[in-house]
């Protein structure tokens, strides 16, 4: 395949190789079958990777700063003595979406985009005042400052997380491991899934199963030996923020 080829095919990482087959058809005429174009992908340094969305003002000198700023606080109320609580809210979705792409070989096929947490829960935790809440700057935490300046809470400690830096928050890695597993536990219990009973709605019978998968799964899952490692490869990113680096995406 000439150089043009290529350049056509390395272009647009997210097509389907029937759609490569077409634009080549089209911007280079060259025709040629999508079979012949996997045969061509494999014989070549281009694999088929996950989709890494990287946002556009990540990695601005500004986001750095904060980064930054945001660990040295962390060290020092971890000097004060105290215990960090990683808070954060997460979703999943029966409906799945195309998350491949193709890219060179080591180089990660990179997606660049553009721009609850429960009292009860949280009060079980006594002596709040030797406790560090980590939080992210998702919109659902908008208000949480107005929740620490409570009676109950105003002796505990709220530290935002810097911005893009869900590779520094353990909880992030933990999450993954359970939706892996809620995905796992879906594929075996399809059919009672599809099988909507009657009386209900398709909504309110599948967030019964996923309440229900949340409550089993997820105990099982976040163990000691889990959340541990999580926090220990969180570690590995601490150097680059402190330094002013770039943060990658997909680590």
């Not at 060259?30 to 088929?48: E, R, W």
């Not at 949480?144 to 890695?173: C, K």
């Not at 599948?206 to 999580?230: D, G, K, N, W, Y």
Request: with cysteine; aromatic share 8%; hydrophobic share 35%.
């Amino acid at each position: 395949m000439t150089a043009d080829g290529v350049a056509c095919l390395l272009s647009e990482f997210r097509l389907t190789l029937r759609q490569l087959a077409d634009k080549l058809d089209t911007q280079c005429s060259i025709s040629v079958c999508p079979q012949t174009i996997k045969n061509h992908l494999d014989g070549n340094p281009i694999t088929m990777k996950l989709f890494h969305k990287e946002p556009q003002y990540m990695n601005t000198d500004v986001n750095k700063l904060k980064r930054r700023g945001y660990l040295i606080r962390l060290q020092e109320l971890q000097a004060m003595g105290k215990s960090i609580i990683y808070m954060d809210e997460t979703s999943f979705n029966l409906w799945s979406s195309r998350t491949r792409g193709r890219s060179i070989r080591g180089r990660l096929a990179v997606k660049k985009t553009f721009q609850r947490v429960h009292s009860k829960h949280f009060a079980q935790i006594r002596k709040c005042e030797q406790h560090v809440v980590v939080l992210d700057n998702s919109p659902c935490h908008a208000r949480t400052e107005a929740v620490f300046a409570e009676p109950e809470f105003q002796d505990a400690t709220l530290l935002r997380l810097g911005p893009y830096l869900p590779m520094i928050n353990p909880i992030e890695n933990v999450f993954s491991a359970f939706k892996s597993k809620v995905k796992d536990c879906t594929t075996e219990h399809r059919a009672q899934i599809i099988a909507v009973p009657q009386g209900t709605t398709m909504k309110a019978h599948r967030q019964h199963f996923l309440q229900e998968a949340a409550q089993t799964l997820f105990p099982r899952v976040a163990t000691a030996q889990l959340c541990a490692s999580c926090y220990h490869h969180a570690l590995t990113f601490h150097v680059k923020a402190t330094d002013l680096e770039d943060m990658p995406v997909g680590r």
